[in-house]
């Protein structure tokens, strides 16, 4: 098999998983203020609880510092259970408010009330229905981003700018967290409706103008485009779109 057509295969396979998960984590509900310091998530990819949290991180426009944990990964899993006491996952470390916490559910609803200041809406409720659809969809996903990889560990952490119902970024992020690769997580969902579909396919037709004082605005300031997934490595020097080029890429250089 082609690695063209595999990589088409994987797309179709996360457009699968996001469409179980009822594309949630595409649009901002409320764009909370950032914190002072940066929120850190202890998670794995494949993990639908975990997903719950990166869910609401994007509907809220939080960014996150990730430390990938993978089953068999010794990079973040012992700083981990010394911060919190245990291996389970989600961790969420919040360094503004003292929050260590567990529990998806818990953290939702923090995230919500903390930066949001309003309840979880219901669409990000916690509901058994909705953990054995993400749950089928880590399946469709063939569990990638569940058990890590040998690789070589970054000076710095990467950069990432992705939002969690993207089918392009979620196939980066199952290969960072398979190789234990930490980064920053800059959330860039739709601000609003005329922003659904892929970038080069918008639903509304005509030149893209994000919202004004928006962090896509931002973002398209500075690439004249609003894409994800985008990556940025400061080891490197390296600045990357397209999800194919990213995998490729993160493979020559952090995977043994």
């Given at each position: 098999?082609?690695?063209?057509?595999?990589?088409?295969?994987?797309?179709?396979?996360?457009?699968?998983?996001?469409?179980?998960?009822?594309?949630?984590?595409?649009?901002?509900?409320?764009?909370?203020?950032?914190?002072?310091?940066?929120?850190?998530?202890?998670?794995?990819?494949?993990?639908?609880?975990?997903?719950?949290?990166?869910?609401?991180?994007?509907?809220?426009?939080?960014?996150?510092?990730?430390?990938?944990?993978?089953?068999?990964?010794?990079?973040?899993?012992?700083?981990?259970?010394?911060?919190?006491?245990?291996?389970?996952?989600?961790?969420?470390?919040?360094?503004?408010?003292?929050?260590?916490?567990?529990?998806?559910?818990?953290?939702?609803?923090?995230?919500?009330?903390?930066?949001?200041?309003?309840?979880?809406?219901?669409?990000?409720?916690?509901?058994?229905?909705?953990?054995?659809?993400?749950?089928?969809?880590?399946?469709?996903?063939?569990?990638?981003?569940?058990?890590?990889?040998?690789?070589?560990?970054?000076?710095?952490?990467?950069?990432?700018?992705?939002?969690?119902?993207?089918?392009?970024?979620?196939?980066?992020?199952e290969k960072l967290c398979e190789l234990?690769?930490?980064?920053?997580?800059?959330?860039?969902?739709?601000?609003?409706?005329?922003?659904?579909?892929?970038?080069?396919?918008?639903?509304?037709?005509?030149?893209?103008?994000?919202?004004?004082?928006?962090?896509?605005?931002?973002?398209?300031?500075?690439?004249?485009?609003?894409?994800?997934?985008?990556?940025?490595?400061?080891?490197?020097?390296?600045?990357?779109?397209?999800?194919?080029?990213?995998?490729?890429?993160?493979?020559?250089?952090?995977?043994?």
């Amino acid at each position: 098999m082609s690695n063209f057509l595999k990589h088409q295969l994987d797309v179709a396979g996360s457009v699968a998983t996001s469409t179980l998960t009822g594309w949630r984590g595409c649009m901002v509900v409320k764009a909370a203020r950032a914190p002072e310091k940066p929120l850190v998530l202890y998670e794995f990819e494949a993990c639908p609880h975990c997903r719950k949290v990166r869910e609401a991180l994007t509907a809220l426009h939080l960014d996150a510092d990730i430390r990938p944990c993978p089953k068999g990964g010794e990079r973040f899993r012992p700083e981990a259970q010394t911060l919190g006491g245990k291996l389970q996952f989600p961790l969420l470390v919040d360094e503004n408010t003292g929050a260590v916490m567990y529990e998806s559910e818990a953290i939702v609803d923090y995230l919500f009330r903390e930066y949001g200041g309003r309840p979880v809406p219901k669409l990000y409720s916690t509901a058994s229905v909705k953990t054995a659809l993400s749950s089928a969809g880590s399946v469709a996903r063939a569990l990638n981003g569940l058990k890590a990889r040998p690789s070589i560990a970054p000076e710095q952490p990467l950069a990432l700018w992705s939002f969690e119902g993207s089918p392009y970024s979620r196939l980066v992020r199952e290969k960072l967290c398979e190789l234990e690769i930490p980064y920053r997580l800059h959330n860039l969902g739709k601000e609003h409706w005329q922003e659904i579909g892929p970038a080069k396919m918008r639903l509304k037709p005509g030149p893209y103008k994000p919202l004004p004082g928006g962090k896509r605005e931002a973002f398209f300031a500075e690439h004249q485009r609003v894409q994800v997934p985008y990556l940025e490595d400061p080891n490197t020097g390296a600045s990357l779109f397209e999800s194919r080029d990213i995998l490729e890429y993160l493979e020559k250089t952090y995977q043994r």
